[in-house]
């Protein structure tokens, strides 16, 4: 057990629609990652939050969108959904915030998109 | 887009066997990682090694980073069945060492 909590663990919904996935990092770390895994995509880094402030952007579509709360827990918002969306969404944390070191990962939310 | 490209895509082994998995990478990095992803689950870091360091261990696991071919390798000693997953490597680059980015994976098979 990492210590990151995602929820909801399975998704699944229509084209168009809106989803959000909740991510409670490890207790201490500052920093959480959103991360996107597809079979023709493979691990894509989406977002980086550290301490309730963006930090790093990656491949994140203007779609998407996420927070980091003052609990330190972060949201990553899905909008107008597409087939191509349908993925495991990861989140991650670390105590760090400007220097990699090694990142906790959840157990995923998995987005179906039909 | 990715950064590292690991090979072979996939290995099958017998118990018992020893298991590498080579990872290159296109840019200038801080550090190199590997973790391990069992099937549809989180992925769990095994090991990091900086760029001024040429080698590590921990375990079973031995790392090696050549920074003047942009490449490292993942050796998993006396592999057991549950060594059966995929394996990653990480890499941040200098300037944006808040990115980190995974490799293609390698798909590990250990057969008992």
């Known amino acids: 057990d990492s210590g990151v909590t995602q929820t909801p663990k399975h998704l699944i919904t229509a084209t168009g629609q809106r989803v959000t996935l909740r991510c409670s990092p490890r207790s201490g770390d500052l920093s959480v990652y959103w991360y996107q895994q597809s079979l023709d995509q493979g691990l894509q880094f989406l977002i980086q939050y550290y301490n309730g402030e963006e930090r790093a952007k990656g491949n994140i579509l203007e779609r998407f969108s996420a927070q980091q709360f003052p609990d330190l827990h972060s949201e990553l918002n899905l909008s107008s959904l597409e087939l191509g969306d349908s993925a495991l969404y990861f989140c991650?944390?670390?105590?760090?915030?400007?220097?990699?070191?090694?990142?906790?990962f959840g157990e995923g939310s998995r987005l179906t998109v039909l | 887009s990715q950064q590292g490209e690991e090979d072979p895509q996939a290995l099958s082994i017998q118990e018992g066997e020893n298991a590498t998995m080579n990872c290159s990478y296109k840019?200038?990095?801080?550090?190199l990682q590997w973790y391990r992803q069992n099937s549809g689950r989180g992925l769990v870091h095994l090991i990091l090694?900086?760029?001024?360091?040429r080698e590590k261990h921990s375990g079973r696991l031995r790392v090696t980073l050549d920074t003047s071919k942009k490449s490292s390798s993942l050796l998993i000693t006396a592999s057991r069945a549950a060594d059966t997953a995929s394996y990653f490597c990480a890499t941040d680059a200098p300037g944006a060492t808040n990115k980190l980015i995974f490799g293609t994976g390698t798909l590990l098979a250990v057969q008992p």
């Open positions: 840019t200038s990095i801080n550090n």
């Open positions: 991650a944390s670390s105590v760090v915030g400007t220097r990699s070191g090694e990142l906790f």
């Open positions: 090694i900086r760029s001024n360091e």
